[in-house]
C-alpha cells in the first residue's frame, strides 16, 4: 500500500473494507490480516508466491489497518457532523484525506449511503493547491543561461577517478532560491559529483591565480552537471583549477559504501522482503529508508551492526565495473525499483555473494576504510517503511565519544553511586513511590467533589442529573471521576466540563437503564455535537 499508482489501489481497498468492519461489524481491531492464511490456500495453485511470503502479505495488511484504525474514529465523528448538517464540499472532503487519510472514493461512498454527493472537482482543486505550494517553497527564480564558450555545452565528469582538474566555465547564470542569491556554473571537465542516488553533491573551489570561488554544491540539471557558485568570478573565461573538498567526498563515500553493506545486512536478518525506498548520504551521516512492517527488535538492530562490522572487519576489495544490464542483472545485482538505468550500468561488489548493487555513487577502495559501524537510530518513515540512520568512521568515533561523555556526566549526577545502573533503578523506584501518593491525592480530589457533586443533583424527566465546570488535572481524571460518579448514582445522567491545559475537555455518562430505556447514546453526543463546538475530536460508548 502506498499513496502513488497501484500502491494507492490498494490501500483504498483496504481502507474501506477496514470501514466496512469497524462500522457495521462494530469490530474495532484488526480483522483482515487473519483471512490471509484462507485467501492463500483458496489461490495456491492460481498465486504460489501467497503461501511462500503469507507471513509477510499479513504483515504488510495488518500494519495498514492499525495505521487507518489510528484516525478512523475521529475521522467518522468529523463525517458524521458534516452528514447531519447535509452538506460535504469537495474542500472538506479534501480534509478528510489529508487530516484522517480517507481515499475520496470512501468519503464519496459514505455521503452516498446519506444521499449527498460530494463536488470532486473542489476536491481535486484542493489537492492542487497543495501540490502548488509544495513547488512554491522549492521554486528557484533563475535568469536565462549566458554562454562563455560555444565549444561544448556538456560536462565530462572525470569525478570517479579525480578531485582535481583544470576545467573552463561553458555558462553561467544567476539563481535566487528561498531568499538567497547564488551563481550557477557549467564547466567543460569536472571532478565535482551531482547530487543523485541519495548522495549529496560535492563542494569545494574553483582557483584561477589569486581568485578563489567557493563552490556550494553540485546538481544535475538534465544532461547538465551544475555548480552553485557563492559568487560569480571577476574573469568568467580562462582554465580555471577545479577541486572538490576531498575530507568531505570521502566521509560522504565511506557513508554511500555502508549503505550498501546495511542493505545486504537488513536483507539477511530481516527477510528478502527489504528493498530500498530512499536514502541520504553525507560526510555525517547516512539515512537508509527499507521497506518492512514492524519496528525492529533491539536483538535484530544488533545482528545487522554485528554483520555489517563483520564485513568490515574483512576488508572486502570494492569492485567496479561497467556491464551491459542484463549481464549485470544476471549476477543478481540489485537494482533500485522506480529507477532509470541506462544499456550499460554501473556495478559495485562487496564480495560476490553478499552485496551486489547497480549504483552511479562514490565509494571508498575497500570495506576496512569504513572503521566501524553504528546504528543511531530506527524508526517508522511511513506506513510500511522503516528508516535507520546510521554512522561510520570519523562519525561514529565521534557519536560513541559523546555517548560516553554523556554516561560519564549520568555517573557523577549519580554520585555516590557508584553503578549508574543501579542509581537509576533507585531513581525510578522514587519516583514510582513518587507516583502512587500523586494517584491517592488525585483519587482523594475526585472523592471529594464526587461528593460534593452528589449534592447538586436535579430530577430532570425520570433522570438524576448533574452537570458542571470541575477542576481536574487530566482527561484521565475527568473520566475517572465521570465514572464514579455514575457508578455511584441511580439514573444518572451527567455532563462535566473542564479547562485542562488551555483546552476543554467534557465527559457525558449516562446510566444503563436510561441508555436503554430513552436510547441515550454518550459516545454519539461527544462526537456529534460537542467535538464540532470545541474544535476537537472524541467518542466512546453509549454510556461513557
Not at 447531519?84 to 452516498?112: C, K, N, V
Not at 497543495?130 to 560555444?150: F, I
Not at 561544448?152 to 532560491?177: C, M, P, W
Not at 568531505?248 to 565511506?254: D, L, P, S
Amino acid at each position: 500500500p502506498s499513496n502513488t499508482g497501484a500502491g494507492y489501489v490498494i490501500r483504498r481497498i483496504l481502507r474501506r473494507a477496514v470501514r466496512y468492519y469497524f462500522s457495521y461489524l462494530d469490530y474495532k481491531q484488526p480483522l483482515l490480516h487473519q483471512l490471509v492464511p484462507v485467501i492463500a490456500e483458496q489461490f495456491r495453485t492460481v498465486f504460489p508466491e501467497l503461501n511462500e511470503q503469507l507471513a509477510f502479505v499479513s504483515r504488510v495488511i495488518r500494519e495498514e489497518e492499525e495505521s487507518f484504525l489510528r484516525t478512523l474514529d475521529r475521522g467518522l465523528g468529523r463525517i458524521d457532523t458534516l452528514v447531519s448538517r447535509g452538506h460535504i464540499s469537495g474542500a472538506e472532503a479534501f480534509e478528510l484525506y489529508d487530516t484522517y487519510g480517507f481515499p475520496f472514493d470512501l468519503s464519496q461512498l459514505i455521503a452516498s449511503e446519506h444521499k449527498l454527493a460530494i463536488d470532486e472537482a473542489e476536491f481535486r482543486a484542493e489537492m492542487q493547491k497543495q501540490k502548488d505550494l509544495g513547488r512554491a517553497d522549492r521554486q528557484v527564480d533563475a535568469s536565462d543561461w549566458v554562454t562563455v564558450s560555444e565549444s561544448n555545452q556538456n560536462s565530462l565528469f572525470v569525478g570517479y577517478d579525480f578531485l582535481e582538474t583544470q576545467s573552463n566555465i561553458l555558462r553561467y547564470r544567476h539563481v535566487k532560491a528561498k531568499g538567497k542569491e547564488s551563481y550557477q556554473l557549467v564547466l567543460d571537465r569536472t571532478p565535482f559529483y551531482a547530487e543523485s542516488g541519495g548522495q549529496v553533491g560535492d563542494t569545494g573551489l574553483l582557483v584561477m591565480g589569486d581568485q578563489r570561488i567557493r563552490i556550494l554544491d553540485t546538481k544535475k540539471e538534465n544532461d547538465l552537471i551544475v555548480h552553485y557558485a557563492e559568487r560569480l568570478p571577476e574573469q568568467v573565461g580562462g582554465e580555471w583549477t577545479a577541486k572538490v573538498d576531498g575530507t568531505r567526498r570521502t566521509h560522504t563515500a565511506v557513508h554511500h559504501s555502508a549503505t550498501h553493506l546495511l542493505h545486504a545486512a537488513l536483507r539477511q536478518v530481516l527477510g528478502t522482503h527489504v528493498a530500498q525506498k530512499g536514502s541520504l548520504v553525507n560526510a555525517e551521516y547516512l539515512r537508509f529508508d527499507f521497506s518492512h512492517f514492524a519496528r525492529m527488535t533491539d536483538e535484530e538492530i544488533a545482528r545487522v551492526e554485528h554483520l555489517v562490522n563483520e564485513k568490515i572487519r574483512e576488508n572486502i576489495p570494492v569492485v567496479i565495473k561497467q556491464l551491459p544490464k542484463e549481464e549485470a542483472l544476471k549476477l543478481g545485482a540489485m537494482a533500485l525499483f522506480g529507477e532509470k538505468y541506462g544499456d550499460t550500468v554501473r556495478v559495485v561488489t562487496m564480495d560476490p555473494n553478499y552485496s551486489v548493487e547497480l549504483c552511479g555513487g562514490t565509494h571508498i577502495g575497500a570495506t576496512g576504510e569504513l572503521g566501524f559501524f553504528k546504528i543511531t537510530s530506527e524508526a517508522s518513515s511511513q506506513a510500511g517503511v522503516r528508516r535507520i540512520e546510521a554512522v561510520c568512521g570519523l562519525a561514529a568515533e565521534l557519536y560513541l565519544n559523546e555517548q560516553l561523555r554523556q554516561l560519564n556526566a549520568i555517573k557523577e549526577a549519580l554520585q555516590p553511586a557508584k553503578e549508574p545502573l543501579k542509581g537509576i533503578a533507585s531513581l525510578k523506584e522514587e519516583n514510582a513511590a513518587l507516583g502512587k501518593q500523586v494517584e491517592k491525592f488525585q483519587q482523594a480530589q475526585i472523592n471529594a467533589l464526587r461528593d460534593s457533586l452528589l449534592q447538586q443533583q436535579e430530577a430532570v424527566n425520570g433522570a438524576a442529573f448533574i452537570g458542571a465546570v470541575v477542576s481536574v488535572g487530566s482527561a484521565d481524571a475527568l473520566k475517572k471521576l465521570a465514572f464514579d460518579l455514575k457508578s455511584g448514582l441511580a439514573n444518572a445522567a451527567l455532563v462535566l466540563a473542564a479547562n485542562i491545559d488551555g483546552k476543554a475537555s467534557v465527559a457525558i455518562a449516562f446510566d444503563d437503564a436510561l441508555v436503554s430505556s430513552k436510547g441515550l447514546d454518550a459516545g454519539a453526543l461527544i462526537k456529534q455535537v460537542v467535538a464540532p463546538l470545541i474544535k476537537g475530536g472524541g467518542g466512546g460508548q453509549k454510556g461513557l
